[in-house]
């Protein structure tokens, strides 16, 4: 390469998406420093082994993007954001949120934590420790735009609303997959490196694949089956399925017998669900029905899976629960080959697997309410779709300051020109963000993180929910730019300002953090770290920094005891191997059992028996992902832009028809929260009926920094939304199978 002087490889997990992939970098040098040339898959990686996607191979070109942020930026009294030095930035963070907090309480500050946090160690690390310090009820995730349904689904059943068991893809032999499109997602609550390839190996193997989707998506070409549901009736199909099991006496948790209860009750709840009355509204032969649940049943092993478009529906926490309960009931759950739960590195070492659960304390779902409308939390959360009304609404506990980090909800959550007028009349926002966009835009405090390839990265979410179990830690590819702190050191400043502890060292954050958890573990008979001194063991962690100590520190103390350095002598990770019987340790029910049937979940499904006769014949919209494309904030690179990664709102051609629009012409869609004007893009791969426009596109507003992204702006589908249509147990938003009106634009 002209201009370079010399050239290294490095090491990098990618955090672009959940599939965690092992990347080699070419670092290139000049006389202006380093930064990211080529990259490929690290063939040697224990769990990707090579593969990379068109998002991991443009790694470089986003860490370098040079609409980055590299300084934080702060309003002025002009009201106009400029650049600033990083203790200016904290400084003005500290001088105005603690009186806010001091006059109005600690609800008064709203956080808001988006997607990238799981793809980060900094998001992984300081959220809990930032909330704490922060004592704010005022918690709104990209959750609740997403996976809540599941969490509070696994609260219920197991007693743990983190315990999320994923289908053994691997050595499966039959996988229903419902509302998920890993070949362009590459996954999601199932991390699988080149998913595509071990979707393609299970019908290698003679294993039997269906998917429903209402879209003919690269996943389902892939299948056996594909059922084209019609969107929102998941759940009718799902206890269809439960009613032929119980029904044709099929309903068998094989070795988990002793440890589910609420086996009569489940068979009594589904009874109305019968497949002649399910097929009509999922738009279905009963026949299929009967056909899918005889297939579950007589498979050696089978794993029911479901994603996105199970989860942001009207029945998002039924559906999902409903799939577990298939799991249980077709003896899959909890035994390889079915669905089963990781064991992270990086986890407290459980009991042993083979003793049984003691009584737990249960999952208890809205513990408090949300101030206007009174969404029940769920998870210490409240439903995004809610955000806009705190800060708007007069009264006590009004959200007057809100911090977010690696959000976009302007973009990602219901009726972004509402929060977008709320967000601009915060008395102040802070924003930890690399872009200045749609949201951030609005910060009086923009706190940039370094590119990628500066930061370490280990999965904390993800780990704990791969097909394998594996570890791998990758140190910085590129050291920080002189003065410039990484993410963790950015979060442990943000404590430490809205803490009342400015100025302290940032180290701090983490001693404390370390110490606590380390007088814990001493304490713990099952700890291995028993009897120990909590001092003379905080002394011996090894790291250059404090998020380094800490992840030390969690893996000496978890399931495998390991050390980081352990993980720095295996760039390319330790394989853990196959995942393992272990539900007896993830249980956390009073009965220490499977609870089939809980109470919430019992008490919502006669809106769901409703569901069986309601039959709206109008169109319904879903959304849908793009391999190049990664939600809101994607957009910017232009290697992954153009080609089919548009925004446009997919017709079948029989609706095409009928409604007078022509391919490539303008439409309107029109819903209860907006309407957008949206190129027409007509085919076969889309039900009729149905219509499908992706999110995270709209990147229309003055003021950002996102040029490329600006040139091709698309429309926010969720303008179409107007936040009151929420799945009620979990708060999250129905962002699938709408009602539409749609007709030419003009
Ligand atoms: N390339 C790319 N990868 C991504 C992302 C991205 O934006 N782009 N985002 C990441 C994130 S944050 C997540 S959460 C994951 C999500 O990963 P997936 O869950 O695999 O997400 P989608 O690709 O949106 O697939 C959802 C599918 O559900 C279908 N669907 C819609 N409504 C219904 C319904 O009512 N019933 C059924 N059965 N299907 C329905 C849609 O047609 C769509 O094909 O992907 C992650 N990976
Ligand atoms: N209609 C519809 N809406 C959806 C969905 C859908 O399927 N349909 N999907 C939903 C889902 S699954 C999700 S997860 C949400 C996502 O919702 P959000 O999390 O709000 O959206 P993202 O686009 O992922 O925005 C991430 C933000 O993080 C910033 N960022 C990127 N990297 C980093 C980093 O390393 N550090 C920090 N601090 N910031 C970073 C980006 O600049 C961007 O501002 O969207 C949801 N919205
Ligand atoms: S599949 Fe996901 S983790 Fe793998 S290279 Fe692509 S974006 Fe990165
Ligand atoms: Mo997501």
């Not at 690269?218 to 799902?238: E, K, M, Q, S, Y």
């Not at 029989?654 to 949206?678: F, M």
Request: hydrophobic share 40%; glycine share 10%.
């Amino acid at each position: 390469m002209p201009g370079t002087d010399a050239t290294r490889t490095a090491l990098r997990i990618c955090p672009l998406c959940e599939a965690t992939c092992g990347l080699a970098l070419t670092v290139e040098r000049d006389g202006t420093g380093e930064r990211v040339g080529t990259v490929r898959g690290d063939r040697a990686d224990v769990f990707s082994g090579g593969f990379i996607c068109p998002k991991g191979a443009s790694f470089g070109e986003l860490d370098a993007d040079p609409d980055r942020l590299r300084t934080p930026l702060v309003r002025d009294e002009h009201g106009e954001l400029r650049e600033a030095g990083w203790d200016e930035a904290f400084d003005a963070i500290a001088a105005r949120i603690r009186p806010l907090t001091e006059k109005h309480g600690p609800d008064a500050v709203g956080v808001v934590l988006g997607n990238p946090n799981v793809h980060t160690m900094a998001g992984g690390l300081y959220p809990p420790v930032l909330l704490s310090t922060l004592r704010t009820r005022n918690l709104f995730t990209a959750s609740t735009l997403d996976q809540m349904p599941k969490h509070v689904s696994s609260g219920l059943l197991f007693g743990n609303a983190l315990a999320i068991p994923v289908p053994d893809l691997d050595r499966t032999d039959h996988l229903l997959l419902l509302g998920a499109n890993p070949l362009d997602s590459n996954g999601s609550l199932c991390t699988a490196p080149d998913f595509p390839g071990r979707l393609k190996a299970l019908r290698r193997r003679g294993g039997r694949l269906t998917v429903v989707d209402p879209r003919r998506t690269r996943t389902a070409r892939l299948a056996d089956r594909h059922v084209a549901i019609r969107p929102g009736t998941d759940a009718l199909l799902l206890a269809a399925l439960v009613h032929v099991l119980f029904e044709e006496d099929l309903a068998d948790p094989g070795a988990l017998a002793g440890q589910v209860e609420g086996m009569d009750r489940m068979r009594e709840a589904v009874r109305d669900f019968t497949p002649e009355a399910a097929a009509a509204a999922c738009d279905m032969e009963a026949a299929a029905i009967r056909t899918i649940a005889r297939e579950l049943a007589s498979a050696p092993t089978a794993a029911v899976y479901g994603r996105i478009g199970s989860c942001t529906v009207e029945h998002g926490t039924l559906a999902s629960w409903l799939v577990d309960v298939l799991n249980v009931l077709t003896g899959n759950l909890d035994r390889p080959g079915g669905a089963l739960f990781p064991l992270a590195a990086h986890d407290r070492a459980p009991r042993p697997a083979t003793e049984p659960a003691p009584p737990g304390r249960g999952f208890a779902l809205g513990r408090w309410a949300s101030r206007v409308a009174g969404h029940p939390e769920a998870k210490g959360e409240l439903p995004i779709a809610a955000l806009a009304e705190e800060i708007e609404t007069p009264g006590d506990g009004r959200i007057r300051a809100v911090i977010t980090i690696a959000a976009n909800p302007v973009l990602s959550a219901p009726d972004g020109d509402r929060l977008d007028r709320a967000l601009g009349g915060l008395d102040l926002m802070v924003s930890v963000d690399p872009y200045l966009n749609e949201t951030s835009r609005h910060a009086d405090v923009v706190l940039p993180p370094p590119p990628p390839s500066r930061s370490g990265h280990y999965d904390f979410s993800f780990n704990g929910l791969a097909v394998r179990n594996q570890v791998r830690y990758t140190p910085p590819a590129i050291p920080l730019d002189e003065g410039a702190p990484d993410e963790c050191e950015i979060h442990a400043r943000l404590i430490l300002a809205v803490g009342g502890m400015h100025g302290a060292d940032p180290s701090t954050v983490d001693d404390m953090v370390i110490s606590r958890s380390l007088a814990r573990a001493v304490a713990d008979a099952r700890s291995p770290a028993h009897g120990q001194d909590a001092e003379e063991l905080a002394a011996r962690l090894s790291g250059r920094s404090g998020p380094e100590r800490r992840l030390d520190m969690m893996l000496r103390l978890g399931p495998y005891e390991l050390t980081l350095d352990d993980l720095l002598a295996h760039p390319h990770g330790i394989d853990l191997g196959p995942l393992q019987p272990r539900l007896s340790q993830v249980l956390g029910t009073r009965s220490g059992r499977v609870e089939l049937l809980p109470g919430p979940i019992a008490a919502d499904l006669p809106r769901l028996r409703r569901a069986l006769s309601a039959r709206g014949g109008g169109l319904v919209l879903v959304g849908r992902r793009h391999l190049r494309s990664n939600n809101s904030w994607m957009h910017n690179i232009p290697a992954l832009q153009g080609g089919s990664n548009r925004c446009t709102l997919q017709v079948h051609p029989d609706d095409a028809a009928r409604l007078g629009l022509g391919d490539g012409g303008l439409a309107r869609v029109k819903a209860a929260g907006g309407e957008v004007e949206v190129p027409v893009e007509i085919t076969g791969d889309v039900r009729p009926g149905v219509v499908s426009l992706p999110h995270g596109w709209g990147h229309d507003r003055p003021g950002t920094r996102t040029r490329v992204a600006a040139a091709r702006p698309g429309v926010n589908v969720n303008q179409l939304l107007d936040g009151s249509l929420l799945d009620p147990l979990s708060g999250t938003a129905v962002l699938n199978g709408f009602a539409v009106e749609v007709g030419p634009a003009g």
